[in-house]
């Protein structure tokens, strides 16, 4: 958890007239809504801690569902019914929240800038936010978004087409500070139905990992990028990873809303069959160490940027087929 980073915590749809729950930093987080925006708290009165998120919305306060002690958004106690005499001090930790692209960020510091949400934000693009749970580990799921070669099999048919062909490409690695990118290119186009919406055939597929747990996957085409799926991961406890992502492409020439509508369907269909496998790994796997082989070419990097450390920049190639 980077303090002076924002971290995407909940999709805006999310977050209506009621207050939610999130976990953040290993704490519970009360999300609501009030005139200005939003406001987080941490999710815990402090006079018989129960959650503030089980109350409810009163102007700009969030009123404790047990005695009503009511709370502004920057956490301050401004109402103890029946009180008749001054408010004792009393203040609950608040985050700071910025809400962007559909989606809601907190961080627990502060950050110099806003996030990069997304490699198309700012342009014409259709979006779609998505909220995914995983039973696993932060750098498993991000490895397991960037992995190109588990498609054939946990994906067949749907990623990939039903035949093993498989395709030579040559792959740059390039690692930043804080970030590592893959740029795959030679691979013809994928024959599965995923790769059918995409138009005409794909020059290059990159795959990126960067600080805080953002996995991203970006397609382009003759003519530029043609579809980008970004998720910003967060380990919620032990063995759980939550994941808000964004699918978006060009409004003119990526996928137009009625591909975005066919996609998202499949989207969720290979989310499910990775979700699956990541869990049989991790009830499999407790205790035991894993074999990095050697089409693993990111997995060392993004265990260095999950652990806070920084890397030394540099550039390797790689010949695979995938
Ligand atoms: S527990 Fe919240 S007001 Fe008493
Ligand atoms: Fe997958």
Not at 164 to 173: G, I, L, P, S, T
Not at 257 to 272: D, I, Y
Request: proline content about 6%.
């Amino acid at each position: 958890m980077t303090a002076d980073l924002w971290h995407a915590v909940a999709r805006s749809r999310d977050l209506r007239r009621k207050p939610i729950r999130v976990r953040f930093g290993g704490k519970p987080v009360a999300l609501f809504r009030n005139g200005t925006g939003v406001s987080a708290l941490h999710d815990q009165c402090p006079h018989r801690l129960v959650p503030l998120s089980d109350g409810r919305v009163v102007g700009d306060t969030i009123e404790c569902p047990y005695h009503g002690w009511r709370f502004s958004g920057d956490g301050t106690c401004v109402d103890m019914p029946g009180t008749v005499e001054a408010l004792p001090r009393c203040r609950v930790p608040r985050y700071r929240v910025l809400e962007a692209e559909g989606g809601i960020f907190l961080s627990s510091g502060q950050p110099p800038a806003p996030p990069v949400i997304h490699p198309l934000q700012g342009q014409d693009i259709v979006s779609q936010v998505v909220k995914s749970t995983t039973r696993s580990t932060l750098v498993d799921v991000a490895e397991n978004i960037l992995d190109a070669t588990h498609t054939h099999y946990t994906h067949k048919g749907l990623l990939r087409g039903l035949s093993a062909k498989r395709y030579r490409v040559q792959v740059e690695v390039t690692r930043g500070p804080d970030w590592v990118e893959a740029v795959y290119t030679g691979e013809e186009r994928q024959h599965g139905l995923v790769s059918a919406l995409l138009d005409g055939s794909r020059t290059k597929g990159v795959g990126r990992y960067r600080r805080p747990g953002i996995a991203e996957l970006e397609y382009w085409g003759p003519r530029g990028m043609v579809l980008a799926t970004t998720f910003h991961l967060r380990q919620t406890d032990a063995e759980t990873v939550e994941g808000i992502g964004w699918l978006s492409a060009p409004r003119q020439h990526g996928l137009g809303h009625l591909k975005a509508l066919f996609f998202k369907p499949m989207f969720r269909v290979a989310l499910e069959q990775d979700r699956r496998v990541l869990a049989s790994a991790l009830e499999n796997g407790r205790g035991s160490t894993r074999m990095i082989g050697p089409l693993d070419i990111l997995r060392r990097e993004i265990e260095l940027i999950e652990a806070g450390q920084t890397l030394t920049p540099g550039v390797q190639h790689y010949e695979m087929e995938i």
